[in-house]
């Protein structure tokens, strides 16, 4: 047991963080009592959170100066991925440190891959919640079509299920939708954050993001009526009101 993360890093050789957002990540790892006055030289931090890039880099400066490292390893799969192990996830550190820890990842995730140095995890983890959540904005927009020409969305989404649209947001977000189930699996409140991240380090490279500006917006309007808390499919019910 240890009464703060600075005790709690000096009994580990590897320790591992899943907390919100770049914020929450610096000041668990470089606050007052923070892992870096525990860690020792040798010590590896892997850090599942989505945070920005920059946030990441600036961490592992930090530890590196200690002789400790940073291993920045954002995951996609969701709770089902989580429960079955899983997980992709995409790893921002040393070659050389991934491979140490390695085989306690392998208990967690089944895709694995080094993208690069420190930040490469997340910039991967920005770009698969930019692809992911554009294409729940694009089922949202299919159920809306299909509603206004009167015709049943889960019929249209089972054929589309076999086409080249076919796709595992179009199975569990469409399959949301279809059965207007709005529960969180995924709470939108979390995308609107990771898409905060991505907007903001896109605008400071700069690179224009066109079709992620307008989704951007659609999660600004649905966090504004309040369902932060509900799935990110809850984006058919932003559709929704704009026509209400």
């Known amino acids: 047991m240890a009464e703060t993360p600075a005790q709690l890093a000096s009994q580990a050789e590897v320790v591992f963080t899943n907390v919100t957002g770049s914020a929450d990540v610096e000041g668990l790892t470089l606050g007052e009592n ?17 945070i920005a890039a920059s946030t990441a880099r600036h961490i592992a400066a930090c530890l590196a100066a200690k002789g400790a490292a940073m291993l920045d390893a954002p995951v996609s799969g969701g709770s089902v991925g989580a429960r079955a192990a899983t997980l992709s996830i995409m790893v ?72 080249s649209a076919g796709s595992r947001v179009l199975d569990v977000f469409g399959g949301r939708m279809a059965e207007r189930n709005f529960a969180a699996g995924v709470e939108a409140r979390l995308h609107h954050k990771d898409y905060a991240i991505l907007m903001g380090e896109a605008a400071s490279l700069p690179v224009p993001l066109p079709v992620s500006a307008q989704v951007w917006q659609q999660l600004n309007a649905l966090i504004v009526l309040g369902w932060g808390r509900d799935d990110t499919a809850a984006l058919l019910k932003v559709l929704e009101s704009a026509h209400a």
């Open 34 to 50: 923070g892992l870096i006055h525990g860690m020792q030289p040798g010590a590896v931090l892997v850090d599942f959170s989505t």
């Open 92 to 163: 921002g550190g040393e070659a050389a440190v991934l491979e140490r820890v390695r085989p306690l990842l392998q208990v967690l995730g089944k895709t694995i891959v080094h993208v690069g140095g420190n930040g490469a995890g997340q910039v991967a983890k920005a770009c698969n919640q930019m692809v992911m959540v554009a294409a729940i904005q694009a089922c949202a927009e299919a159920a809306s079509l299909a509603a206004a020409s009167g015709v049943d969305f889960g019929r249209v989404r089972e054929a589309m299920l076999a086409g």
